[in-house]
């Protein structure tokens, strides 16, 4: 069973840079045609896709979120990042790290973390 964790600081200042972590375990980040993504949750609003990083290493972003959005990954921890700049209150978010064989809708994803809450406050 492919378990997923998200770790990183809960609270970001406005301009700054978001970074959090996902660390897989049970599975491998590396294993063909999986797809380890971002996806957040504002409050009050639906789950938004930020982007993903293949099993190949390609990365691709949501369009409204790709100027300011990198995703990479450390295989030998088994973990990939999210960055996230220029972070404004719209970010603040609960914020999931996910994975699925294929590309399937955002909420139709085979693995979840638990999601972590950021806050982008002053």
């Known amino acids: 069973q492919v378990q997923l964790q998200e770790s990183g600081p809960g609270l970001v200042k406005p301009s700054q840079t978001l970074s959090l972590t996902c660390t897989v375990s049970g599975g491998s980040i590396t294993t063909n045609y999986y797809y380890w993504s971002w996806i957040r949750q504002p409050p009050g609003k639906g789950l938004e896709w930020i982007g993903y990083i293949a099993y190949s290493g390609s990365t691709y972003y949501s369009p409204s979120l790709k100027s300011r959005t990198s995703i990479s990954r450390d295989t030998s921890k088994n973990q990939f990042t999210l960055q996230l700049s220029s972070v404004t209150p719209e970010d603040t978010a609960v914020y999931y790290c996910?994975?699925?064989?294929?590309?399937?809708?955002?909420?139709?994803?085979?693995?979840w973390g638990q999601g972590t809450q950021v806050t982008v406050s002053s």
């Open positions: 996910a994975s699925s064989g294929g590309l399937p809708p955002v909420d139709q994803y085979d693995y």
